[in-house]
């Protein structure tokens, strides 16, 4: 009986959000996003950064990689977010996107 309630703390100690490696998955989502579209540079960004924080092969990215590149498409054809999820996915995508190009037009002196 003690061995059953000791189980039952440990597997609630260990599956709480703090024992949790929290890893940011939105790159994953942003890169597929851009893989959907068609947008070589920030696709391939995406995937670098992804690459750096050893997320690119993860079981969970590879699915939203996947999922957000659908979206990808998707918008592309009809112009039109009909979903929660994807403009959340847009959203990250926008903000991504805004952030590198002010990063290299602020390095450029023309």
Same mark, same amino acid.
């Given at each position: 009986?003690?061995?059953?309630?000791?189980?039952?703390?440990?597997?609630?100690?260990?599956?709480?959000?703090?024992?949790?490696?929290?890893?940011?998955?939105?790159?994953? =989502?942003?890169?597929?996003?851009?893989?959907?579209? =068609?947008?070589?540079?920030?696709?391939?960004?995406?995937?670098?950064?992804?690459?750096?924080?050893?997320?690119?092969?993860?079981?969970?990215?590879?699915?939203?990689?996947? =999922?957000?590149?659908?979206?990808?498409?998707?918008?592309?054809?009809?112009?039109?977010?009909?979903?929660?999820?994807?403009?959340?996915?847009?959203?990250?995508?926008?903000?991504?996107?805004?952030?590198?190009?002010?990063?290299?037009?602020?390095?450029?002196?023309?």
């Amino acid at each position: 009986m003690r061995l059953k309630w000791f189980s039952i703390v440990l597997f609630f100690i260990f599956s709480s959000p703090s024992f949790a490696v929290e890893k940011d998955y939105k790159i994953c =989502n942003v890169g597929g996003f851009f893989s959907g579209t =068609n947008d070589k540079f920030l696709s391939g960004l995406a995937a670098h950064i992804a690459q750096k924080k050893h997320i690119l092969d993860d079981p969970i990215c590879s699915a939203l990689w996947k =999922n957000a590149s659908r979206i990808g498409e998707k918008l592309s054809e009809t112009r039109r977010v009909k979903e929660q999820a994807e403009e959340e996915i847009t959203h990250q995508a926008a903000a991504f996107s805004e952030k590198v190009y002010e990063a290299v037009s602020a390095g450029i002196k023309f």
